[in-house]
C-alpha cells in the first residue's frame, strides 16, 4: 500500500493548518481548512487525500530445480554456433585476432613489446632469486605465461609474468618446504641431509634447486586450479573483500618484507633465511648480527648500482609524458656489472655471489609432485587470492580507461591457465605485474599482440644470452628488486591524507601492512580481510542517527546537526537511521532513537498509568486520557483552577514520529519486531509512527511481516517522502484536535471556551 498526500487537482498539497505549525498562513486560509477539515471525523479518509495502491507485479516462482535444469540445457546443447560462441569465450583471441589492423596497431605492440621484453630481462631474473628459484625459471615464467594470455585474456594492456609479492610467498613456502626436507641453509646445490628419498624430475638425483623447483610447480598447479574454479563458478566477487585500503596495505607490508629478505643479498651476508612468525624482526636481527662479515665489494657495487638506477627511475616517471619510452636503465646497469664482475673477476677475488651458470634452450615438461599438493593447499590459496585480484583489478582499470570491456570471470580463468599450464614447464606462479603493466601501457600497446613480442625477445634470451649471464652479482639483482618496490613504500606518504578522507579506512591500512610485515604475508592478508569486514559490521551496528530539519520554502529535509537554517516542524520528530536494520544494531536503534527524541514511551507509559490512576482514584477525574494529554502538551496559563502537578501526566513535546528510511536496504525479522514494538509503544502515549522512503523490498517485508494494516491504524502508514508523511501528521492531526473539539463543546462548555483560547 503506498499513500500520497494530493490536491483534488492532482497536486502535492503545499501547505496545511495545524496547531503549532511552522509555516505562517492567513487567517483566511486557516478558517478556510479549518471549515473544511471540521466537516469530518479522523475515521473518513478525507477528500483532499487520494489513497493510491499501486499494483505490483506477480512474483515468479524461484524454482532451484527449474533454474539448474535450464543451465545444463544450455550448457548441454551442441550445435555449430554454440560451439563457436564456446570457443570464442574461451579463448577471445579468436574474436579480436581477425579484426587485427596490420597498418595502425602493429608498430606499437611492436615498440611496447621490445620495450617490455627488455626491462622483464632483469627482473625475470631477481624475481627468481626472491622465489628461491634458479634464474631460469623466472624466464621460463615470463615466456610461457606471456603466450598462454595473449590467447584467452580479454585485456589488452596487462603484463602477466612475475610478481614481486607472489614471488615472496612463493619463496617463503618453498623454503619452509626446503627445510622440511631436509636441505641445509649453506650451499644452494647441497644434497638431501638426512633424508634417503631421491626425488626426480627427469633429471636424476633432485639437489636443493631441483626440490625447489618441484615444490614451486606443485605450489603454481594448485594455484591455477583454484583460479579456474573460481573463474568456472564464477565467483569473481570474491576479489570485492579484498578493498584497496587493504590491497594497499598488504603490498606495503610485503614490500617491507621483501627489502628486508634483500639486504642480505646487497651486502653480501650469508644468513638463515627465516620464515614465519617475528621473521621480518629476525632476519634484521640477524642482519645486525654479522654486519661485521659485510661483503665490501657488494656493497659498493649495490650502492652505486642504487645511487644509479634511482635517480634515472624518477626522471623517467618525472617525465614519462614527454618521453616516448622510459630509459632501460636496468638492463644497462645489469649489462656493464656483469662485464665488470667477468674482467675483474669479483667471483674468485672478492667471494661476491654470481648467478653462476644459466642453461639455454627449453626442458622437457615434467608433472608436479601430487604427494606435496596436501602441504601446499592452504599456501596456494592466499597466493591464487592476491593473483586474481591483481590481474582483474588492473584489467579493468586500463580496460575502463581505454573504453573496452573487461570480463572478470574470463581473466580468472586466463591467469588461472597462466598457473596451470606452465606448472609442466618448469614456472613458477604467476599474474599481472604492476609496474610491466605501466610501462606496457604507457608505450602505446594496442593489443595483445605485445605480449608475443616480449615473448620473442625472451626466447632469444633463454636460445642464446642466458649464459653470458655467469658473472652477473646477486647483490644487482637485490637492487634490481629493491628500486621496483618504489610504488609501494610511497604509499607512506600517503598516509596523511587517507586519514583526512576515511581514518577507518587508514586504519585497515595500517592493520593489514603490519600483520604482513611483523607477523607473515599470508596471516597478515588473512587479519586484513577480517578487520575490514569487522569495521563494515562496525559502521552499520553503531551508524548514524540524527534527527531531520526542514529548509523553509523546500520539500528537503536534512540533518539538524549538519546545516544551519533548518527549522524544525513542530509537534513532529522525523528520524534518520543510515543504515540497514538487523539484529546486530536492533538495540542501538531504540537507544539512539530514545536519545534523539527525548521520549522513552515505555517509561513515559508507565509514568501516566501511575498518574492517571491515582488521579482518578483521589479526584474522580472522568476525562478521558486523550483529552487529558492534549491538555498536557498545551498547559494553559488562562485556566482558573490549575490541577495538582502529580495529578497531570507527564508531557510531550510531539503526536508524530516519522521514521525516514531512506538509508535502509533491508530489514530482518529481528528489525521488523522491533518497528513493530515501536509502533506499538508510541501508540500507547499517544504517538502515531510513520515511515516514509520505504524501498519495494522493504515495504514488501513489512507487509509480509503485518506491519501494513488497515488504512485507519495511523501509525502504519508509508509514504513516498518525507515531506509526504509530514503533511499527512499535520493534517491527521488538525483534525483529531476539531473532533476534539466538538466533543468537549457537548460535554463541557467550560473547557470549549478554554480550548477556543488556544
Given at each position: 500500500m503506498m499513500y500520497v498526500t494530493a490536491t483534488p487537482h492532482g497536486c502535492l498539497l503545499s501547505c496545511l493548518s495545524s496547531p503549532g505549525a511552522m509555516e505562517d498562513t492567513s487567517s483566511q486560509k486557516s478558517g478556510q481548512s479549518k471549515e473544511v477539515l471540521s466537516s469530518r471525523t479522523p475515521e473518513e479518509s478525507p477528500a483532499n487525500f487520494i489513497h493510491v495502491e499501486l499494483e505490483e507485479y506477480e512474483p515468479t516462482d524461484f524454482s532451484t530445480k527449474d533454474l539448474i535444469l535450464k543451465k545444463a540445457r544450455e550448457v548441454c546443447t551442441c550445435n555449430h554456433q554454440t560451439i563457436i560462441t564456446f570457443f570464442c569465450q574461451l579463448f577471445p583471441v579468436l574474436d579480436w585476432l581477425p579484426r587485427y589492423n596490420i597498418k595502425t596497431q602493429l608498430l606499437g605492440d611492436v615498440i611496447s613489446g621490445l620495450l617490455v621484453g627488455i626491462v622483464a630481462i632483469p627482473q625475470s631474473i631477481s624475481y627468481s632469486l626472491l622465489a628461491s628459484q634458479d634464474p631460469i625459471y623466472g624466464i621460463y615464467t615470463n615466456f610461457f605465461c606471456?603466450?598462454?594470455?595473449?590467447?584467452?585474456?580479454?585485456?589488452?594492456h596487462n603484463f602477466v609474468g612475475s610478481f614481486g609479492i607472489l614471488c615472496l610467498m612463493i619463496g617463503q613456502s618453498?623454503?619452509?618446504?626446503?627445510?622440511?626436507?631436509?636441505?641445509?641453509?649453506?650451499?644452494?646445490g647441497s644434497s638431501l641431509v638426512g633424508n634417503s628419498t631421491s626425488f626426480s624430475n627427469g633429471t636424476g638425483a633432485c639437489d636443493k634447486s631441483c626440490y625447489a623447483i618441484t615444490v614451486a610447480l606443485s605450489l603454481s598447479f594448485l594455484v591455477g586450479l583454484y583460479q579456474i574454479l573460481l573463474g568456472v563458478l564464477q565467483l569473481g566477487f570474491v576479489a570485492v573483500y579484498l578493498s584497496e585500503p587493504l590491497l594497499s596495505g598488504f603490498v606495503t607490508g610485503s614490500s617491507l618484507t621483501i627489502i628486508t629478505s634483500q639486504m642480505k643479498y646487497l651486502l653480501g651476508l650469508k644468513i638463515p633465511r627465516h620464515e614465519g612468525v617475528g621473521?621480518?624482526?629476525?632476519?634484521?636481527?640477524?642482519?645486525?648480527?654479522?654486519?661485521?662479515?659485510?661483503?665490501?665489494?657488494?656493497?659498493?657495487?649495490?650502492?652505486?648500482?642504487?645511487?644509479?638506477?634511482?635517480?634515472?627511475?624518477?626522471?623517467?616517471?618525472?617525465?614519462?609524458?614527454?618521453?616516448?619510452?622510459?630509459?632501460?636503465?636496468?638492463?644497462?646497469?645489469?649489462?656493464?656489472?656483469?662485464?665488470?664482475?667477468?674482467?675483474?673477476?669479483?667471483?674468485?677475488?672478492?667471494?661476491?655471489?654470481?648467478?653462476?651458470?644459466?642453461?639455454?634452450?627449453?626442458?622437457?615438461?615434467?608433472?608436479p609432485d601430487i604427494n606435496l599438493f596436501s602441504s601446499l593447499a592452504v599456501d596456494a590459496l592466499p597466493i591464487a587470492v592476491i593473483g586474481f585480484a591483481m590481474t582483474v583489478s588492473l584489467a579493468e582499470i586500463f580496460g575502463k580507461k581505454h573504453g573496452y570491456a573487461v570480463c572478470a570471470n574470463q581473466e580468472m580463468i586466463a591467469i588461472g591457465m597462466c598457473n596451470l599450464i606452465p606448472s609442466f614447464f618448469y614456472c613458477f606462479a604467476s599474474s599481472a605485474a604492476l609496474t610491466k603493466t605501466l610501462l606496457k601501457e604507457s608505450t602505446g600497446t594496442q593489443t595483445q599482440v605485445s605480449g608475443l613480442v616480449t615473448s620473442l625477445v625472451l626466447v632469444l634470451v633463454l636460445l642464446w644470452i642466458a649464459p653470458l649471464f655467469y658473472?652477473?652479482?646477486?647483490?644487482?639483482?637485490?637492487?634490481?628488486?629493491?628500486?621496483?618496490?618504489?610504488?609501494?613504500?610511497?604509499?607512506?606518504?600517503?598516509?596523511?591524507?587517507?586519514?583526512?578522507?576515511?581514518?577507518?579506512?587508514?586504519?585497515?591500512?595500517?592493520?593489514?601492512?603490519?600483520?604482513?610485515?611483523?607477523?607473515?604475508?599470508?596471516?597478515?592478508?588473512?587479519?586484513?580481510?577480517?578487520?575490514?569486514?569487522?569495521?563494515?559490521?562496525?559502521?552499520?551496528q553503531r551508524p548514524r542517527a540524527t534527527l531531520l530539519g526542514k529548509v523553509s520554502n523546500t520539500e528537503i529535509y536534512e540533518d539538524q546537526s549538519t546545516y544551519k537554517q533548518l527549522s524544525s516542524i513542530a509537534n513532529i520528530k522525523i528520524f534518520r537511521f543510515e543504515s540497514s536494520l538487523y539484529y546486530a544494531n536492533k538495540d542501538y536503534f531504540k537507544t539512539v532513537l530514545y536519545q534523539k527524541t527525548?521520549?522513552?514511551?515505555?517509561?513515559?507509559?508507565?509514568?501516566?498509568?501511575?498518574?492517571?490512576?491515582?488521579?482518578?482514584?483521589?479526584?474522580?477525574?472522568?476525562?478521558?486520557?486523550?483529552?487529558?494529554?492534549?491538555?498536557?502538551?498545551?498547559?494553559?496559563?488562562?485556566?482558573?483552577?490549575?490541577?495538582?502537578?502529580d495529578a497531570c501526566p507527564p508531557s510531550i513535546d510531539m503526536h508524530t514520529l516519522i521514521l525516514d528510511c531512506g538509508a535502509m536496504q533491508f530489514i530482518d525479522t529481528v528489525g521488523l519486531s522491533v518497528l513493530k514494538e515501536i509502533h506499538h509503544d508510541y501508540k500507547e502515549i499517544g504517538v502515531q509512527v510513520l515511515l516514509a522512503n520505504c524501498n519495494p523490498s522493504l515495504r514488501h517485508r513489512l507487509r509480509e511481516g503485518g506491519w501494513a494494516g488497515e488504512t485507519d491504524s495511523g501509525g502504519q502508514l508509508a509514504f513516498h517522502s518525507v515531506h509526504d508523511a509530514v503533511q499527512f501528521a499535520e493534517w491527521r492531526y488538525h483534525v483529531q484536535w476539531e473532533s476534539k473539539e466538538k466533543k468537549d463543546a457537548v460535554l463541557d462548555p467550560e473547557d470549549l471556551n478554554f480550548q477556543a483560547s488556544l
Open positions: 606471456n603466450i598462454i594470455y595473449v590467447a584467452m585474456a580479454t585485456s589488452r618453498v623454503n619452509r618446504h626446503l627445510q622440511l626436507a631436509g636441505y641445509s641453509d649453506d650451499n644452494s621473521s621480518f624482526l629476525l632476519t634484521w636481527v640477524d642482519l645486525f648480527r654479522y654486519i661485521q662479515n659485510t661483503n665490501i665489494c657488494d656493497l659498493v657495487t649495490s650502492l652505486v648500482a642504487l645511487a644509479i638506477i634511482v635517480p634515472v627511475k624518477e626522471i623517467n616517471d618525472r617525465y614519462k609524458e614527454k618521453m616516448k619510452a622510459p630509459f632501460p636503465i636496468e638492463l644497462l646497469v645489469v649489462i656493464v656489472a656483469t662485464v665488470i664482475s667477468y674482467y675483474f673477476n669479483f667471483e674468485e677475488r672478492y667471494k661476491s655471489a654470481v648467478c653462476g651458470d644459466i642453461p639455454t634452450g627449453f626442458r622437457k615438461p615434467t608433472l658473472s652477473l652479482q646477486t647483490s644487482i639483482l637485490g637492487v634490481v628488486t629493491i628500486v621496483n618496490l618504489r610504488g609501494g613504500l610511497r604509499k607512506f606518504h600517503d598516509a596523511p591524507r587517507m586519514w583526512q578522507l576515511s581514518k577507518l579506512d587508514t586504519v585497515v591500512w595500517w592493520t593489514t601492512m603490519l600483520s604482513s610485515t611483523l607477523i607473515t604475508t599470508e596471516i597478515g592478508l588473512l587479519v586484513g580481510v577480517c578487520f575490514a569486514l569487522l569495521c563494515i559490521i562496525f559502521r552499520t527525548g521520549v522513552n514511551p515505555i517509561l513515559l507509559a508507565a509514568k501516566r498509568r501511575r498518574v492517571e490512576a491515582q488521579a482518578n482514584a483521589d479526584a474522580g477525574n472522568s476525562k478521558s486520557f486523550f483529552g487529558t494529554r492534549l491538555g498536557c502538551l498545551k498547559p494553559a496559563k488562562q485556566r482558573t483552577e490549575k490541577p495538582p502537578a
